[in-house]
């Protein structure tokens, strides 16, 4: 008997053959600077091209080599009790993750993987990234049967054909969809100059590589003299022009890059009820499919931007049990309005705010201390330099810039609130770009009260929940208020008996 149909009748798999490809075209990112400095080497420049060709050839050869041996190594099982992972050549690992850790089971799609028809499994443990354990390559079919198989022996299901069956009838409810005219609107507040920092960035990287000098603004006007010469005549109205072109330009890029990118996360963006949760899938290069339990979504969040605001759009964004410290929360509704949003946090189990809802500020003493400390320095050294600065208007800065915390602790005491209902903690943020947090007041981790000495003579105290994904905290709380906040949360807590509850 061969060693494979040893490890088959055992239980153990291998990825897809195809996976060996895609890991070795990967790879070859990391080989790219490499090949660059041979071919621009003086003596491989000197030898001709056969020989760059054959240095190419073997660079390309060794990472073929070694994407084979590791997919040779890789192999994994479904167990009865947990999920293994075994793979190394001369380091050899071997990684077991019980199904009662994991959390969820997402699918992605990069762009060669997905050319092959490959995708990659990730088993989320919780753990911040730190512990998440990965699958990469198998087919699509054959990571959706993994997800429906891991996510059914945890939750206890019957077996593997019952899972399989339940892949096959369930058909999903649309709850949120982005067509290509919604992402163009999402596109155009996406405003982005990453663009121009690559461009830049490359330019300086390789700027050995033109034959001259990029940055001499001599040697540009002296290239520009012969086409741009009606414009230089034009005197001081050629600055201005040309300072007209260059800011169109700046913001065509801006918009064009924000479009871009938001065509590439968010094609096909689609959101859907099924029986396992809520199901998201987009991307058009990178393709990923993500299901998350409803009773796993722990805390939301509807946040805007300036200009968004005016015309009614919002983003949802779910905070997890399974939340991936790395990465932000989970967005379920990245650009919509908030008849939207409404019924997919009615599907989550979270209800927006009330029009009676009895909203709560800090301390302002809490607030005043702030704008104190931050103010007084600023204040004392703008006298100072009215003073003694050559320049009186160094002083009038440094007075301007304690004026503006003055009135930014003010902002924030007048718009920043928090309000308390029977299910849920809510937190409102900002006036120009509001963000509003819904926590479950039974899914929270922790509630901490800490008070420093100048909060304990002032009579405040910070109020910190601990989240999956951060914390939700609130700063300068009455002492008697904080303590009425976390005496609440900790009774939903301890009314639950959460060895009942889903895993």
Not at 64 to 73: C, S, V
Not at 282 to 300: C, I, N, S, W
Not at 320 to 345: R, Y
Not at 369 to 392: C, E, H, N, Q
Request: charged fraction near 25%; include cysteine; aromatic fraction near 10%.
């Amino acid at each position: 008997m061969s060693e494979a149909q040893a490890e088959i009748e055992q239980g153990w798999q291998r990825t897809h053959p195809l996976a060996m490809v895609a890991g070795a075209i990967a790879a070859l990112k990391n080989a790219i600077f490499p090949i660059i400095a041979v071919m621009f080497g003086s003596q491989a420049m000197d030898r001709g091209s056969g020989f760059l060709f054959l240095i190419v050839l073997a660079i390309i050869g060794i990472n073929l080599l070694a994407a084979w041996l590791g997919w040779l190594r890789l192999r994994y099982r479904v167990g009865a009790d947990d999920i293994r992972v075994e793979k190394g050549l001369v380091s050899r690992s071997a990684r077991s993750v019980p199904y009662e850790r994991i959390q969820d089971v997402s699918l992605e799609q990069k762009p060669i993987p997905r050319l092959l028809g490959l995708t990659e499994v990730r088993f989320e443990t919780g753990a911040g990234g730190k512990d998440e354990l990965r699958l990469a390559y198998v087919t699509l079919e054959e990571g959706e049967r993994l997800r429906e198989v891991v996510r059914d022996l945890r939750d206890e299901a019957q077996g593997l054909e019952l899972a399989e069956k339940k892949q096959r009838e369930e058909q999903g409810e649309l709850l949120f969809h982005m067509g290509p005219e919604r992402l163009l609107k999402f596109g155009m507040f996406e405003f982005s100059l990453v663009a121009i920092a690559v461009i830049g960035g490359a330019a300086q990287q390789f700027d050995f590589l033109l034959p001259f000098d990029l940055w001499d603004p001599e040697g540009w006007e002296e290239r520009l003299a012969g086409p741009g010469d009606w414009l230089a005549g034009l005197g001081w109205a050629s600055r201005i022009v040309g300072a007209i072109i260059a800011f169109i330009a700046l913001v065509g890029i801006g918009f064009v890059t924000g479009i871009a990118r938001t065509f590439l996360r968010d094609w096909d963006f689609r959101l859907d009820r099924t029986l396992k949760g809520f199901r998201r899938r987009r991307g058009l290069l990178t393709k990923t499919d993500v299901v998350m339990p409803v009773h796993r979504v722990q805390a939301t969040v509807v946040d805007t931007g300036i200009l968004r605001r005016i015309f009614g759009w919002h983003g949802l964004s779910f905070i997890s049990l399974a939340q991936d410290a790395k990465s932000a929360n989970h967005s379920v509704a990245p650009f919509a309005q908030m008849d939207e949003i409404a019924p997919i946090l009615e599907v989550a189990k979270f209800d927006l705010p009330a029009a009676d809802t009895k909203w709560h500020r800090a301390s302002a003493d809490y607030y005043l201390v702030r704008a104190l400390f931050g103010a007084v320095p600023f204040t004392i050294g703008g006298m100072v330099a009215l003073v003694f600065a050559p320049s009186v208007w160094i002083g009038f800065g440094l007075i301007g810039v304690a004026g503006f915390i003055a009135l930014r602790a003010h902002y924030l005491w007048r718009y920043e609130r928090h309000a308390v209902d029977a299910r849920q903690i809510m937190s409102r943020r900002g006036w120009l770009s509001p963000k509003l947090k819904l926590a479950d007041r039974v899914k929270l981790h922790s509630v901490e009260i800490s008070q420093g000495p100048l909060a304990k003579w002032c009579g405040y105290a910070d109020l910190k929940f601990g989240l999956a994904g951060g914390t939700l905290s609130f700063g300068g709380l009455p002492l008697a208020e904080a303590q009425e906040m976390r005496a609440a949360v900790l009774s939903s807590i301890a009314s639950v008996d959460f060895s009942r509850l889903p895993r």
